[in-house]
T-cell receptor
Framework: ETGVTQSPTHLIKTRGQQVTLRCSSQ?????VSWYQQALGQGPQFIFQ???????GRGNFPPRFSGLQFPNYSSELNVNALELDDSALYLC?????????????FGEGSRLTVL | GENVEQHPSTLSVQEGDSAVIKCTYS??????FPWYKQELGKGPQLIID?????GEKKDQRIAVTLNKTAKHFSLHITETQPEDSAVYFC????????????FGTGTSLTVIP
């Protein structure tokens, strides 16, 4: 069974640039959720994709967007990067789109915006 | 929306002692309460969860209690070991589909050998 993998693990961008983060979900899972974790804080929900459709969104502006592909892998895109976007971005996979049951997290992509 | 508060932010215990972490939530409609452990450089991993129709759940050295009336839930770790050292997060969810998990701000637990 393959776990959740994220890429890249670390990246540095400058303010105003755009970034794409990638996530491969665990085998058998059809739901991917993205979370932002600022230093010393708990994860904050960005959005969830279930069977290629956005299935819930947290309090993040439209410059945060995503995609889910037919193999259930996913991308998180952030446009017009701001300094406050510096954080660990976590992808979590699960099954069925429900908000109960275990989330399987990847190790995250650490984004630094200068 | 839901607001989850977690205390303490840091906790140090001697090996073999017990550790207790407490969380409160604001939305009485929340019905699922997981606890995650995050080790350095890794993503969070589920260690135990409880649903609103249950008051207590135990798994070996770990237990969670839920008081729906007071809207608080707690994690209890007994006979702590150095490998229990990590950051622990509580979370709450409304359940259903597409609803988010609201996480607490985390507790950094250090078990001193």
């Amino acid at each position: 069974e393959t776990g959740v993998t994220q890429s890249p693990t670390h990246l540095i961008k400058t303010r105003g640039q755009q970034v794409t983060l990638r996530c491969s979900s665990q085998s058998g899972h059809n739901t991917v959720s993205w979370y932002q974790q600022a230093l010393g804080q708990g994860p904050q929900f960005i959005f969830q994709y279930y069977r290629e459709e956005e299935n819930g969104r947290g309090n993040f502006p439209p410059r945060f967007s995503g995609l889910q592909f037919p193999n259930y892998s996913s991308e998180l895109n952030v446009n017009a990067l701001e300094l406050d976007d510096s954080a660990l971005y976590l992808c979590a996979s699960s099954f069925g789109g429900a908000s109960t049951g275990e989330l399987f997290f990847g190790e995250g992509s650490r984004l630094t915006v200068l | 929306g839901e607001n989850v508060e977690q205390h303490p932010s840091t906790l140090s215990v001697q090996e073999g002692d017990s550790a207790v972490i407490k969380c409160t939530y604001s939305d009485s409609a929340s019905n699922y309460f997981p606890w995650y452990k995050q080790e350095l450089g890794k993503g969070p991993q589920l260690i135990i969860d409880i649903r609103s129709n249950v008051g207590e759940k135990k798994d070996q050295r770990i237990a969670v209690t839920l008081n729906k009336t007071a809207k608080h839930f707690s994690l209890h770790i007994t006979e702590t070991q150095p490998e229990d050292s990590a950051v622990y997060f509580c979370a709450a969810s409304l359940g259903g589909t597409g609803n988010q998990f609201y996480f607490g701000t985390g507790t950094s637990l250090t078990v001193i050998p």
